[in-house]
């Protein structure tokens, strides 16, 4: 017995054709009809014809392209075969025994492959009573399992109740029952004939517990699908009965409450909780007050937007067109939302934009900048040229915290807050939001709506805002927030923070020249009837209306005063006859607005220069202010008297203004040395120093080099050059730090005739970004010492030749002033605090 295994073992592996099999295991005793499409297989098969008709088939593990299969398979003998018109073969195959690949040779378009086979190995059986016990077990279970599944033919069953050979019965099934290929690939490796029935007895077990459950559960949503089917039964019953007695059907109503919430689409969270409110309100009587409640915050999450969203518009060129088509200049603004609408557009490209992701968050915009310069309707041009719905909500004196999260519905009355019932006004889900006048938030003992809006405002949090109405989460993410501000000193830090600034500046005359001619003039021809008449404004009368009759840093006072003007010419226009009679039409009227016919149409002139002396007053010197209408002249005079080396401040100034003005005075003090003092003993005398309208408040620490020139001016008896503003903070160490509102001072600086304005070294590149127009309107000298702007606004006379320690001269430095060159290390801005006017 040993020789003929050792003889055996001698044997050479069997050859045979691999016939890759996708989602397919065949078992030995079994035959099973295959078709046989792709070029691989229908080589094996030709070439297994032209043998012994025998085949190795085995599954694939991934595509026919990459040829992985699994390593056991089953030798099949192919009882019969066609060959169809496509070359594509019908095989029926009968599996013979099981079998392990041991190697693959490869040829053209097929493999060889050398077997090993599987052989159930008898050691270790059961004996005859326990494995007849678990081929009954076996049967059973299989014939359970059929019962359940339903997909198993009667021949099928018969023949596994009558196998008696386990090696055969765990063939035929492990080849009828419905699992994984992974689960039969396992199943017909086992060798063991014991561990293999094991093996599919568990798998039978396994199968038929879930159906057993996936009946448990059908049977659960039937009697649950008869309950409902009978209770509509019942309500179609009543409302029939309620009709027949001349009743309302009070039933409907839920429903279709029910139904217009599903229509919405909201999250699972919203939806459910809306459910369990009807189902409340179904229990309530009609007249009941929590009806009424309960009714109207539902009506509230039907009226929502949940899912509805516009599209937004992809045309670069068409938004860029709508916006200057709105507004002239605001070029930061523009850039900015023109970004936006790539960025969006770039993502629709790639395919990879999903609504419901935070891939793209809205932006949350912060326009600040004076009254009047366009602002709000630059919001609802945004919302113009992404063709988005448009919302605005003033938050001018909003002081109550529900304004923003609403009450909560308990009480009387309640109702969502402004950001819901504005969500609801706009109809989707990704409007533009514009909050106006943020900055004009107040706070009290109901709360600081400033606080709330933190959340809304917030990209990491706003997707979940909760308002106290609704209790539920809704999802602000896609919402394009703009808010708009004059100043931003009232802001709070936290939520200033969460904003991306954009200044919109105030016009100079040239800017709003080109506004009113554009927009305003053919604007309020429109408004007044006017608009096919003949009328023109010459720029000259446009100048002298800017210069004359307004005064702000926008341009509303202008569209009101050119209003004043057409109103004039149409009562004028209609006084004689135009519009009326046939032959005058209208449009035969003919007008043009010249500088001489301003004091007709509006009266003598409101607005004459700010308080500028022409010619050079000792102690008089003029700094620049930025306020929220704009920029101003800030006009400082100083007087000298005999005293104990006190100062005296007025003109309603702050704090900071107030230690500006010490340290202007410490460091003159330090460098007496350098000036012609004309007083001996600074000590002993006293100062009084005034900045002229004192009912404005003033504060702000850059108007340190103006207060240090004019008291310069008062200790030495010697006027400053005319024609010369400044503005910059003054350091004790005599440096001159940079400053804000560079725009607004420039424009106060031209307005009165300023010849020319002593800057900051620092704030030369923020200079360089102004119009062209602005910047050729007054000369620029760029200073970054004390010591430098006061060799230009003075003579050289007031400067003393000090002696060094060994009584030799020293030469006074030298005047560098940075005149369009020389800049230095760019530094932090002084921020512009304080209220009214900030020097």
């Not at 568990?202 to 459950?213: P, Q, R, S, V």
Request: charge should be neutral; proline fraction near 5%; hydrophobic fraction near 35%.
């Amino acid at each position: 017995m040993k020789l003929l295994s050792a003889l055996k073992n001698l044997n050479p592996p069997e050859e045979f054709p691999l016939l890759p099999l996708r989602e397919l295991v065949l078992f030995p005793h079994t035959m099973l009809p295959v078709f046989v499409t792709y070029k691989p297989g229908i080589v094996a098969v030709e070439e297994a014809l032209k043998r012994d008709h025998r085949l190795f088939a085995v599954c694939l593990k991934g595509s026919i392209e990459t040829g992985e299969t699994y390593t056991a398979g089953t030798v099949v003998r192919i009882v019969q075969y066609l060959k169809l018109p496509d070359n594509t073969f019908r095989v029926v195959l009968q599996g013979e025994y099981r079998a392990n690949m041991i190697s693959v040779q490869k040829f053209n378009a097929y493999g060889m492959v050398r077997l090993e086979p599987i052989k159930h190995e008898a050691s270790g059986e059961l004996p005859d009573s326990e494995m007849a016990a678990l081929v009954r077990a076996v049967q059973k279970s299989f014939v359970q399992y059929a019962e359940l599944s339903k997909k198993i033919n009667t021949e099928t069953i018969t023949a596994v109740e009558k196998i008696e050979n386990p090696e055969r019965l765990g063939n035929l099934v492990a080849h009828a029952i419905a699992v994984k290929v992974e689960r039969k690939i396992e199943l017909l490796s086992i060798s063991q004939t014991t561990e293999r029935l094991e093996a599919i007895l568990e798998t039978l077990e396994l199968e038929n517990e879930i159906f057993g459950i996936q009946k448990n559960i059908n049977g659960k949503v039937k009697s649950r699908m008869e309950k409902n089917q009978r209770e509509y039964i019942l309500h179609e019953q009543l409302k029939e009965i309620n009709k027949e007695l001349g009743k309302d059907g009070g039933e409907d109503e839920f429903a279709e409450l029910e139904r217009s919430i599903e229509d919405r689409h909201p999250p699972e969270e919203v939806l459910f909780k809306a459910k369990k409110e009807v189902a409340r309100l179904r229990k309530l009587q009609p007249l009941s007050p929590e009806a009424g409640v309960l009714r109207g915050y539902l009506e509230w999450i039907s009226d929502l937007p949940w899912k509805e969203a516009s599209v937004d518009s992809g045309d670069l060129a068409e938004a860029e067109r709508i916006l200057n088509e709105d507004h002239f200049a605001m070029h930061k603004a523009k850039e900015r939302i023109l970004e936006y609408i790539a960025v969006r557009c770039l993502i629709a490209c790639s395919g990879e934009e999903n609504l419901d992701t935070s891939r793209i968050r809205g932006p949350i915009l912060c326009f600040v900048g004076p009254p009047g310069t366009g602002k709000t309707s630059l919001g609802k041009s945004v919302a113009r040229s992404l063709r988005r719905s448009f919302v605005r909500i003033s938050l001018g004196g909003v002081r109550d915290e529900a304004e923003i999260r609403g009450h909560r519905k308990t009480y009387v009355g309640a109702l969502p807050g402004k950001i819901l019932q504005s969500m609801r006004k706009a109809g989707t889900i990704n409007p533009v939001f514009l909050l106006d006048e943020i900055d004009k938030l107040s706070s009290d003992f109901r709360g600081d709506p400033a606080s709330a809006l933190l959340e809304v405002l917030d990209p990491e949090q706003n997707r979940t805002f909760m308002d106290h109405y609704l209790e539920v989460p809704y999802d602000l993410s896609r919402v394009l927030f703009i808010t708009t501000a004059n100043s931003l000193h009232q802001i709070p830090y936290p939520l200033l923070d969460r904003m991306e600034i954009i200044e919109i500046p105030g016009y100079g005359e040239r800017e709003k020249l080109a506004i009113a001619q554009q927009f305003l003039v053919p604007k309020e021809l429109e408004e007044n009837g006017l608009g096919q008449a003949s009328i023109r404004f010459k720029d000259e009368a446009v100048l002298e209306i800017i210069r004359h009759w307004t005064m702000e840093s926008g341009v509303r006072s202008l569209e009101r005063e050119i209003a004043r003007c057409v109103r004039r010419i149409a009562r004028k226009a209609v006084e004689k006859e135009y519009g009326k009679n046939p032959q005058q039409s209208i449009g035969s009227f003919k007008k043009i607005i010249r500088p001489e016919d301003l004091e007709k149409l509006l009266d003598r002139r409101k607005y004459k220069n700010d308080v500028v002396f022409k010619e050079a007053r000792i102690g008089v010197s003029y700094g620049l202010a930025w306020t929220e209408t704009g920029g101003t002249m800030l006009p400082v005079e100083t007087i000298k008297f005999e005293g104990t080396g006190e100062l005296f401040i007025t003109g309603n100034l702050g704090d900071v203004m107030k230690e500006s003005a010490r340290i202007a005075l410490s460091y003159l003090r330090s460098a007496q040395d350098r000036y012609k003092f004309t007083v001996d003993d600074v000590g002993k005398t006293d100062f009084h120093l005034h900045v002229p309208e004192g009912a404005i408040p003033k504060d702000g620490p850059s108007a340190g080099i103006t207060l240090a020139a004019s008291l310069l001016s008062t200790l030495c008896g010697i006027p400053p050059k005319p024609g010369i503003a400044m503005t910059g903070e003054l350091t004790l160490t005599g440096r001159i730090l940079p400053i804000g509102g560079l725009k607004e001072k420039l424009l106060a600086a031209s307005r009165n005739g300023m010849e020319r304005v002593l800057l900051p070294v620092d704030n030369r590149d923020e200079w360089a970004e102004l119009d062209k127009d602005l910047r050729a309107s007054v000369a620029v000298d760029f200073v970054e010492t004390a010591d430098e702007a006061l060799g230009l606004l003075f003579d050289r006379e007031l400067r003393r030749k000090p002696r060094r320690k060994d009584n030799t001269p020293q030469l006074p430095e030298a005047s560098n002033p940075k005149r369009i060159s020389g800049l230095k290390p760019k530094r932090t801005k002084s921020d512009r605090t304080g209220s009214a006017h900030h020097g």
